[in-house]
């Protein structure tokens, strides 16, 4: 979904809480959602709450790491103050390309994503397209959205927001009343399961990335501590629910075994959702879900290239102007539309590698920034993560876990379902 970054700039909506909390479960809820069925269906659903239990808490509290150092500062003060200020140069440059990185993948991956979904819609209306030109037609559209303006984006997700809350409940309520328990709790397939999770974690850490939007929070909030501690909370919880929803909806309907062939298929959105299709007692619902993905994946696809464009014109001293906002559009999109066209279904493994970046500027960074915070003030009434130093080595650890993970996934040394 998307990052709504500029609703916090514009500090267009109202104040409440709730806002907030959209916000960060509105970033949160993305393409990852829809790689957690097909990464978590070697240790299936028990041992994937279990993950997503562990995964929702280091993120959360290094989210929380992170508004405590971010509260050191001023309102508006982002990661490059941040990073320079306690860390160093060195750290504000690995920070910053890692945001950049994970950034233009994840524009990639839901290029795969959004052509996969737009083909399979394609298909149910009768119109047969390479998936490749599908991709392109996705990117082309939304980027001409990016391109007109930032209100464009905000007026348009906001749109895609609630058509998203009114698809997702018509859906995947219709298939939380069809589960199967036996097919959740005793499924079928081989009788190996916990050692899949490890490859399957990285994908949790990206389902749960909300991070860029903590120093939006702080210029939306001030430096109303209380509030943004509810809202990362809230925010959060929102998500984690959606997710476990979603893994009940898809593994409570689809049996273990047929898993086995969605991965062998590369595991993209359009062959979930249809198969999702392919068990849904209606076809008003199935294009209901076919919505909602499509609805999805544009609303994240907005909300990150949106922040990519951004970054982009001011790294490079691009202006507003029509030119200007033209060569920032290239910079921004081109790549990644490019990568869709000759790779249309590497969405998953571009979900790995956003994952691996993004273990370093959601989790190990904000962990290292509070250290050396606490370390900067130490008589500081302001707000501390509690749980001293453990709770900073803790998330620091569950970082370096998930990119040996990641890496050890890549190396094909780790157990991979399929
Ligand atoms: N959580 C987002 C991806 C994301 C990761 C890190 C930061 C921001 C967004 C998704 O699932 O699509």
């Known amino acids: 979904m998307a990052n709504h970054m500029n609703a916090a700039k514009d500090g267009a909506a109202s104040k409440s809480l709730l806002g907030g909390a959209m916000i960060i479960a509105g970033t949160a809820v993305g393409a990852g959602m829809f790689s957690l069925p097909v990464v978590g269906a070697g240790m299936w659903f028990s041992y994937s709450l279990v993950m997503m239990i562990g995964v929702w808490f280091c993120m959360l509290v290094s989210g929380l790491l992170l508004l405590e150092t971010n509260l050191h500062f001023e309102p508006g003060d982002s990661f490059d103050t941040l990073t320079r200020e306690t860390l160093g140069n060195f750290w504000r440059i690995v920070n910053g390309l890692s945001i950049a990185f994970v950034l233009y993948i994840l524009a990639y991956a839901y290029i795969s994503g959004g052509g996969s979904i737009v083909n399979h819609s394609l298909e149910a209306a009768g ?34 927001l609630g058509g998203m809350i009114i698809t997702f409940f018509l859906a995947v309520g219709n298939l939380l009343i069809d589960i199967d328990t036996v097919n959740l709790f005793s499924p079928d397939g081989e009788s190996r399961y916990l050692p899949y999770m490890l490859a399957a974690i990285p994908f949790g850490l990206v389902s749960f990335g909300y991070h860029g939007n903590v120093p939006s929070l702080v210029k939306y909030y001030g430096k109303d501590a ?193």
């Open 127 to 160: 119109i047969e397209l390479p998936q490749s030109l599908a991709g392109l037609v996705f990117a082309l559209g939304l980027a001409f959205i990016v391109f007109i303006s930032t209100k464009a984006v905000d007026r348009i997700t906001t749109i895609m």
């Open 226 to 418: 209380n509030t943004i501690i509810k809202a990362i909370v809230t925010g959060t919880l929102i998500a984690f629910v959606i997710y476990v929803c979603w893994l009940m909806a898809t593994m409570g309907n689809i049996p273990r075994s047929d898993f086995v062939d969605i991965i062998a298929q590369g595991g993209n959105m359009g062959v979930l959702v249809s198969a999702l299709s392919d068990v849904m007692s209606s076809g008003w619902l199935t294009t209901m879900l076919t919505v909602f993905a499509n609805l999805a994946v544009a609303s994240s696809f907005l909300g990150v290239t949106l922040g990519l464009f951004d970054y982009l014109a001011d790294l490079f001293g691009f202006d507003e102007s029509r030119s200007g906002r033209l060569k920032t559009a290239a910079v921004t999109f081109l790549p990644p539309t490019v990568l869709g066209l000759l790779f249309p279904n590497g969405f998953l493994i571009a979900i790995g590698f956003a994952a691996l970046a993004a273990t370093i500027w959601a989790a190990i960074v904000p962990a290292m920034m509070a250290y050396k915070v606490r370390k900067l003030y130490p008589n500081s009434e302001s707000f501390k993560v509690p749980g001293g130093t453990s709770v900073i080595a803790i998330v620091i650890l569950f970082g370096v876990i998930t990119g040996a993970c990641h890496l050890l996934a890549m190396a094909e040394l780790l157990p991979v379902y399929s």
